[in-house]
């Protein structure tokens, strides 16, 4: 498989798995499914690749537990998002966390712009409503919001792990420290989803396709692609979001929420390719952050 059709698969798979999960909250409400997604997730990983934890420095832990806090607030409030809003909107709403803590650390105007583009596609969205022709829901909006927010943490934490603990041994600690954070107020819910026939099952496909096959896909496709590419691709993920909450939860968008989430796509990727080029350019040596890492 070629590493555009890797990313592509990621993302869809991704989302995917978060199409699942809207029919897992009946069962064991939006925190209850975030830590079944989370736990079991981080049970393969560990079993996968089984960190040698004990070798491990006081500063790398710190990194993993704060990379493990950003992982489970980002789906915790992701998923608050998806069961009050649509999917679609809800990742396009999501993106303004990368896309601001991108145009902050450059401190760029054309940066700033691209912030406001992606801006302009939310506020399109805002009045444009969903498919049920209501208003968005502005308590799914805010959780949508903060989820931004949790994966721009998520992003600067995640990049602090790749540097000082090596292979992936950080993602699988972080994983279970992420859903251990979840248990006190997703335990009760998680545990009835668990004693229904099909909660077991519909849990296990949300962990594998929203986390370990779009992670595992997602590590293949870097290994052979630019990392401005992969960004750029990466931006079409509010489109495959929409397409999922269509095909999946018959989540119709209307012609200007459609216009909204191309208005993001197209500051997602006009950013990361921004950032790309003056990265080869040389730039002024500061450290950029890339948008390479799943929303949700």
Same mark, same amino acid.
């Given at each position: ?8 698969? *990621? ?21 209850? %499914? ?12 560990? =079993? ?13 832990? /710190?990194?993993? =537990? ?10 915790? !409030?992701? +998923? ?22 991108? &145009?902050?650390?450059?401190? @760029?105007? /054309? ?23 209501? *208003?968005?829901? #502005?308590?799914?909006?805010?959780? &949508?919001?903060?989820?931004?927010? !949790?994966?721009?943490? +998520? ?7 790749? /540097?000082? =603990? ?14 251990? &954070?979840?248990? #006190?107020?997703? &335990? ?46 990466? *931006?079409?993920? #509010? ?11 018959? $989540? ?21 390719? %921004?950032?790309?080029?003056? @990265?080869? $350019? ?5 450290? @950029?952050?890339?948008? %390479?890492? #799943?929303?949700?």
């Amino acid at each position: 498989m070629g590493p555009v059709l890797l990313v592509i698969g *990621s993302c869809t798979s991704l989302q995917v798995g978060a199409a699942l999960a809207v029919h897992l909250f009946a069962l064991g409400g939006s925190t209850g %499914t975030t830590l079944l997604r989370l736990g079991l997730a981080a049970l393969v990983l560990l =079993v996968v690749v089984r960190p040698r934890v004990r070798a491990w420095t006081g500063l790398q832990w /710190r990194a993993a =537990v704060m990379l493990g806090l950003s992982l489970g607030a980002m789906n915790g !409030c992701f +998923y608050a998002a998806i069961s009050r809003i649509d999917l679609g909107t809800a990742v396009t709403i999501e993106f303004l966390g990368p896309l601001t803590l991108s &145009a902050v650390l450059s401190r @760029r105007l /054309r940066d700033l712009l691209w912030v406001g583009l992606a801006l302009a596609g939310v506020l399109v969205l805002g009045l444009t409503g969903e498919h049920h022709g209501g *208003s968005l829901d #502005p308590v799914g909006v805010v959780f &949508a919001l903060l989820a931004g927010a !949790c994966w721009a943490a +998520y992003i600067m934490a995640s990049a602090r792990v790749g /540097r000082l =603990v090596p292979g992936h041994g950080g993602l699988a600690v972080a994983t279970a420290v992420g859903a251990l &954070a979840l248990v #006190p107020l997703g &335990a009760g819910g998680a545990v009835h989803a668990l004693g229904t026939p099909n909660g077991l099952w519909w849990a296990l496909g949300t962990a594998l396709l929203a986390s370990v096959v779009p992670y595992s896909l997602e590590l293949a496709a870097l290994r052979r692609l630019p990392q401005r590419t992969f960004g750029i691709l990466l *931006s079409l993920e #509010p489109v495959i979001a929409s397409l999922a909450g269509w095909a999946l939860l018959g $989540q119709r968008m209307t012609l200007l929420g459609g216009l909204g989430v191309v208005l993001v796509v197209l500051a997602s990727a006009g950013a990361t390719g %921004t950032a790309g080029r003056e @990265r080869r $350019q040389g730039a002024d040596g500061r450290e @950029r952050v890339d948008l %390479t890492t #799943p929303a949700g």
